[in-house]
C-alpha cells in the first residue's frame, strides 16, 4: 500500500489573494470552481499535487517546517526578478557567486519558497 500527495496546503488570511498570487507565479489560473470570498481555492498543477489555499484567522507567525521549490524554465536570477514584482520578498540570498545555490523568497502571506536554479543555469556550471 502507497498513499498519492493530493495537495500541498497553504494556511492563509486571505484564500482568494495568495491562490492569484500562486497563480501567477505558476502560469496556472484558479480552479474554475473558485470565486472571490472563497475561503477555500485551488490551482490544479498539469503534473503533480494540486495547490489548496485554506483561509484562517490567524496570520503566520514562525518559519515554515515544510516549504516548496520551484525550478524555473529561464535562469534562476530574472524569476526571482519576476517574483519579486509580483509581490514576493527576499527572505535569504543563498546564491553563490560560481553560480550555484538558490534564493528563500516569502510569499505575500510570509510562506517561504526557494527558487532554484534552472536547467541552463545547471547547465552552465558544470
Known amino acids: 500500500m502507497v498513499s498519492v500527495l493530493q495537495n500541498v496546503a497553504i494556511d492563509c488570511t486571505d484564500a482568494y489573494r495568495l491562490a492569484r498570487f500562486w497563480s501567477e507565479v505558476t502560469g496556472i489560473p484558479?480552479?474554475?470552481?473558485?470565486?472571490?470570498?472563497?475561503?477555500e481555492m485551488r490551482i490544479l498543477l498539469p503534473e503533480g499535487p494540486a495547490l489548496y489555499f485554506n483561509q484562517v484567522p490567524e496570520p503566520k507567525t514562525v518559519k515554515n517546517r515544510v516549504?516548496?521549490?520551484?525550478?524555473?524554465d529561464t535562469a534562476r536570477d530574472g524569476e526571482v526578478a519576476r517574483l519579486l514584482d509580483l509581490g514576493a520578498t527576499l527572505v535569504a540570498d543563498r546564491r553563490n557567486p560560481d553560480g550555484t545555490g538558490w534564493a528563500v523568497l516569502a510569499d505575500p502571506e510570509g510562506n517561504e519558497f526557494c527558487v532554484l536554479r534552472s536547467a541552463a543555469d545547471?547547465?552552465?556550471t558544470t
Open 122 to 124: 545547471r547547465a552552465a
Open 67 to 72: 516549504h516548496v521549490c520551484l525550478r524555473p
Open 30 to 39: 484558479l480552479d474554475p470552481e473558485d470565486s472571490p470570498g472563497d475561503e
